[in-house]
C-alpha cells in the first residue's frame, strides 16, 4: 500500500528571510528557490506583496517572479494583505494567493492596520478578485493559538475568521503558531472546530519552534488528518510584528521525522539540509535544524 502523502509548504523564501537583519537580493533569492526546487519543493512560498518600507527584506517580489524558473508541476505563492498586493500579484504572475487574516485586533492592528472584522471584508475582495483572475486563494489564520499582544486567542474566534475565509472562496484555510506558542492538544482540538466549519476547503498548518514544541504540533496535525504543513529550509523565520517569535519547524527535520514515520512527502532530506546550511553561509548564521548543523545527510536522502 502506497505511504501517505503529506505536502510540504516551503516559506524560506518568504517567511524564512522577512525577519533576517540583512536582506538578500532578489538574485539570491531566487538562487535559494532553485535549489528547493532541486531538493524536491513544489510548492514555495516565493515572495510577499507588501509594503517594502516596512518589510525590505520582501522588496523586489517582481524582480524575483521574473527570474524563477517556471516548471510543470511548480506553485509559486505569493503573500497579499491587499487588494493593491493582490494587482501585483497577478502582474508578476503567482501561481495561488495567500492572505494572512490575523484571530487577534492586537496583532492585526499592529501588522496590518486594521481590525479583523475589516481584515475579514477586505479577504471577501481580494477572493473575489482572485476568483475572477482564476488564481487560487488560501487564508491563513494567524495568531490561532495565541498573540503575543493579545495573550491567550479564543478558539472560537479562529473558527469564526476560518469560516468566513472559507465561505469566501479560500480552497485552503491554514492555522498559524505566529509565536509558537501551541502545544498538541490544543492543535487536535482547533483542527477539529475548524475542520467542521470550512466545508471543503483543506486544512493547513503552519507552526513556529519558538518553546521546542513545533515538531509534535505537526505530528499531531498529521494524526488528525492534516496533510498539508509548512515549513522554512534551515529552520529559518518569524515576524517582524510579533516580539519573540523565532524560527518556523525546519522542512529538512520535519521531512526526517515524516518519512521515518512512514509518510511521504517528495522532500529529499539531504538536499533540503543542504540548502539550509547554504542559506546559513550566506546570512551568516547557522541554521536551527538540526540536520544540517549536526550534518546528519542519512543514507538516500529520502
Same mark, same amino acid.
Given at each position: 500500500?502506497?505511504? &501517505? &502523502?503529506?505536502?510540504?509548504?516551503?516559506?524560506?523564501?518568504?517567511?524564512?528571510? &522577512?525577519?533576517?537583519?540583512?536582506?538578500?537580493?532578489?538574485?539570491?533569492?531566487?538562487?535559494?528557490?532553485?535549489?528547493?526546487?532541486?531538493?524536491?519543493?513544489?510548492?514555495?512560498?516565493?515572495?510577499?506583496? %507588501?509594503?517594502?518600507? #516596512?518589510? +525590505?527584506?520582501?522588496? =523586489?517580489?517582481?524582480? $524575483?517572479?521574473?527570474?524563477?524558473?517556471?516548471?510543470?508541476?511548480?506553485? /509559486?505563492?505569493?503573500?497579499?494583505?491587499?487588494?493593491? =498586493?493582490?494587482?501585483?500579484?497577478?502582474?508578476?504572475?503567482?501561481?495561488?494567493?495567500?492572505?494572512?487574516?490575523?484571530?487577534?485586533?492586537?496583532? !492585526?492592528?499592529?501588522?496590518?492596520? !486594521?481590525?479583523?472584522?475589516?481584515?475579514?471584508?477586505?479577504?471577501?475582495?481580494?477572493?473575489?478578485?482572485?476568483? @475572477?483572475?482564476?488564481?487560487?486563494?488560501?487564508? *491563513?489564520?494567524? *495568531?490561532?493559538?495565541?498573540?503575543?499582544?493579545?495573550?491567550?486567542? @479564543?478558539?472560537? #474566534? %479562529?473558527?469564526?475568521?476560518?469560516?468566513?475565509?472559507?465561505?469566501?472562496?479560500? $480552497?485552503?484555510?491554514?492555522?498559524?503558531? *505566529?509565536?509558537?506558542?501551541? $502545544?498538541?492538544?490544543?492543535?487536535?482540538?482547533?483542527?477539529?472546530? %475548524?475542520?467542521?466549519?470550512?466545508? =471543503?476547503?483543506?486544512?493547513?498548518?503552519?507552526?513556529?519552534? *519558538?518553546?521546542?514544541?513545533? /515538531?509534535?504540533?505537526?505530528?499531531?496535525?498529521?494524526?488528525?488528518?492534516?496533510?498539508?504543513?509548512?515549513?522554512?529550509?534551515?529552520?529559518?523565520?518569524? !515576524?517582524?510584528?510579533? +516580539?519573540?517569535?523565532?524560527?518556523?519547524?525546519?522542512?529538512?527535520?520535519?521531512?526526517?521525522?515524516?518519512?521515518?514515520?512512514?509518510?511521504?512527502?517528495?522532500?529529499?532530506?539531504?538536499?533540503?539540509?543542504?540548502?539550509?546550511?547554504?542559506?546559513?553561509?550566506?546570512?551568516?548564521? +547557522?541554521?536551527?535544524?538540526?540536520?544540517?548543523?549536526?550534518? $546528519?545527510?542519512?543514507?538516500? =536522502?529520502?
Amino acid at each position: 500500500m502506497a505511504a &501517505q &502523502q503529506v505536502e510540504i509548504v516551503e516559506v524560506g523564501p518568504r517567511d524564512g528571510l &522577512q525577519n533576517e537583519e540583512t536582506p538578500l537580493s532578489a538574485a539570491r533569492r531566487v538562487e535559494l528557490i532553485e535549489r528547493l526546487l532541486a531538493a524536491g519543493a513544489r510548492r514555495v512560498e516565493a515572495v510577499s506583496f %507588501v509594503d517594502p518600507r #516596512r518589510v +525590505p527584506q520582501m522588496a =523586489g517580489a517582481e524582480e $524575483v517572479m521574473a527570474a524563477v524558473p517556471r516548471r510543470e508541476g511548480v506553485s /509559486y505563492i505569493g503573500l497579499v494583505l491587499n487588494r493593491r =498586493g493582490l494587482d501585483r500579484a497577478l502582474e508578476a504572475g503567482v501561481d495561488e494567493v495567500n492572505v494572512a487574516i490575523p484571530a487577534t485586533d492586537g496583532f !492585526c492592528r499592529r501588522n496590518q492596520g !486594521c481590525s479583523v472584522e475589516e481584515m475579514n471584508d477586505a479577504f471577501a475582495g481580494i477572493a473575489a478578485a482572485a476568483a @475572477d483572475a482564476g488564481v487560487p486563494i488560501s487564508a *491563513t489564520v494567524s *495568531t490561532a493559538f495565541g498573540c503575543p499582544f493579545d495573550g491567550e486567542t @479564543d478558539p472560537e #474566534r %479562529v473558527v469564526e475568521v476560518a469560516r468566513r475565509a472559507a465561505e469566501a472562496g479560500a $480552497v485552503e484555510v491554514a492555522l498559524a503558531d *505566529t509565536i509558537g506558542v501551541g $502545544v498538541p492538544r490544543q492543535v487536535a482540538d482547533l483542527v477539529e472546530r %475548524v475542520r467542521k466549519a470550512v466545508g =471543503g476547503a483543506r486544512l493547513r498548518c503552519h507552526f513556529h519552534n *519558538t518553546r521546542n514544541t513545533g /515538531y509534535a504540533n505537526a505530528h499531531t496535525a498529521v494524526e488528525h488528518g492534516v496533510t498539508v504543513l509548512d515549513a522554512s529550509v534551515g529552520g529559518f523565520g518569524g !515576524c517582524p510584528f510579533a +516580539p519573540g517569535a523565532t524560527g518556523n519547524i525546519a522542512t529538512e527535520d520535519l521531512a526526517f521525522q515524516l518519512e521515518r514515520s512512514g509518510l511521504h512527502t517528495g522532500v529529499d532530506v539531504t538536499e533540503t539540509a543542504r540548502a539550509g546550511t547554504w542559506l546559513g553561509s550566506v546570512l551568516g548564521e +547557522p541554521p536551527t535544524a538540526l540536520l544540517g548543523r549536526a550534518g $546528519v545527510f542519512p543514507s538516500g =536522502g529520502r
